[in-house]
């Protein structure tokens, strides 16, 4: 189910998602991460917390127990790593232990490990646009070299306080979200980077005319007139200036929709990206 709430803060669920938040404000990770254990996470920080909420809720809802874990992210930890550098720089003093330990962004995947008591592969990356698409990639290729049975997928980002602080980068927008997925091997499941919009289009032209795209925010009207030649276009209700949109639109797809997925991805730096995703 999807809803939006009084204070825009979005919810999806499903039995191969996640939890996805956007607010304009801070996500109380902890509380959610009660509603689905009781187990107490020591030292975990609202980053860790938001991989593990998002994970676990996940993997409520599936029974299988042979995967392994692949995690993107674009900033990490960035409340933990901003009062470290506080700590030294602006304080004189060295970071605390823990304190510096969370600014590592694969510190959640140890915590949601030592969770499950399970001995697996866990890769985490980051990638300011990119970063579902590429754990995605990695995914894939395990799966398809039968170095893992089933992958569990996902992508966190939160922000940090004093929220004036985060206002000054991002414009009063304030997006945190946990999204993860779990899949198994699929043929036709792939993702594709192109160095240029020549490249991508060449690509889109082997598809089927009425043939439903989801699109990046970040592509330009000329682009999107362009890409409508050939393809339908997709609209989503994942908030458009969320980092790394990809994860929203595939978790709410997933999550209502037993048709495939096809979504592009755009790197303002330059480079596109190409999903295809069956159920």
């Given at each position: 189910?999807?809803?939006?709430?009084?204070?825009?803060?979005?919810?999806?669920?499903?039995?191969?998602?996640?939890?996805?938040?956007?607010?304009?404000?801070?996500?109380?990770?902890?509380?959610?991460?009660?509603?689905?254990?009781?187990?107490?996470?020591?030292?975990?920080?609202?980053?860790?917390?938001?991989?593990?909420?998002?994970?676990?809720?996940?993997?409520?809802?599936?029974?299988?127990?042979?995967?392994?874990?692949?995690?993107?992210?674009?900033?990490?930890?960035?409340?933990?790593?901003?009062?470290?550098?506080?700590?030294?720089?602006?304080?004189?003093?060295?970071?605390?232990?823990?304190?510096?330990?969370?600014?590592?962004?694969?510190?959640?995947?140890?915590?949601?490990?030592?969770?499950?008591?399970?001995?697996?592969?866990?890769?985490?990356?980051?990638?300011?646009?990119?970063?579902?698409?590429?754990?995605?990639?990695?995914?894939?290729?395990?799966?398809?070299?039968?170095?893992?049975?089933?992958?569990?997928?996902?992508?966190?980002?939160?922000?940090?306080?004093?929220?004036?602080?985060?206002?000054?980068?991002?414009?009063?927008?304030?997006?945190?979200?946990?999204?993860?997925?779990?899949?198994?091997?699929?043929?036709?499941?792939?993702?594709?980077?192109?160095?240029?919009?020549?490249?991508?289009?060449?690509?889109?032209?082997?598809?089927?005319?009425?043939?439903?795209?989801?699109?990046?925010?970040?592509?330009?009207?000329?682009?999107?007139?362009?890409?409508?030649?050939?393809?339908?276009?997709?609209?989503?209700?994942?908030?458009?200036?969320?980092?790394?949109?990809?994860?929203?639109?595939?978790?709410?797809?997933?999550?209502?929709?037993?048709?495939?997925?096809?979504?592009?991805?755009?790197?303002?730096?330059?480079?596109?990206?190409?999903?295809?995703l069956y159920k």
């Amino acid at each position: 189910s999807l809803y939006l709430g009084k204070k825009g803060y979005v919810l999806i669920h499903s039995s191969s998602l996640l939890t996805f938040g956007a607010k304009e404000g801070y996500e109380d990770w902890n509380r959610e991460l009660k509603k689905i254990t009781d187990i107490k996470f020591r030292r975990a920080g609202r980053f860790s917390q938001a991989v593990l909420s998002g994970a676990l809720s996940c993997l409520s809802r599936s029974d299988k127990v042979d995967f392994s874990i692949y995690f993107g992210t674009a900033n990490g930890d960035v409340d933990s790593t901003i009062k470290s550098q506080d700590n030294i720089f602006l304080h004189n003093r060295f970071p605390l232990p823990f304190s510096f330990i969370n600014t590592l962004s694969n510190t959640p995947l140890f915590f949601l490990l030592q969770h499950l008591g399970i001995n697996t592969l866990g890769i985490s990356l980051s990638h300011s646009y990119f970063a579902f698409e590429n754990a995605l990639s990695l995914a894939f290729a395990d799966l398809n070299a039968d170095r893992a049975k089933n992958a569990l997928v996902g992508v966190c980002d939160t922000w940090y306080e004093p929220k004036e602080d985060a206002f000054r980068l991002i414009d009063k927008n304030l997006y945190e979200f946990s999204a993860w997925i779990l899949i198994d091997k699929d043929e036709r499941n792939f993702v594709r980077f192109f160095d240029n919009f020549d490249e991508l289009l060449e690509n889109i032209k082997q598809f089927y005319k009425k043939t439903a795209f989801y699109f990046s925010p970040c592509f330009d009207e000329n682009e999107l007139k362009e890409v409508e030649k050939y393809i339908k276009l997709q609209t989503s209700t994942a908030p458009k200036i969320i980092t790394n949109c990809a994860a929203a639109i595939v978790c709410e797809h997933f999550s209502k929709n037993e048709t495939p997925l096809f979504y592009i991805g755009k790197d303002l730096r330059g480079g596109y990206s190409f999903i295809s995703l069956y159920k």
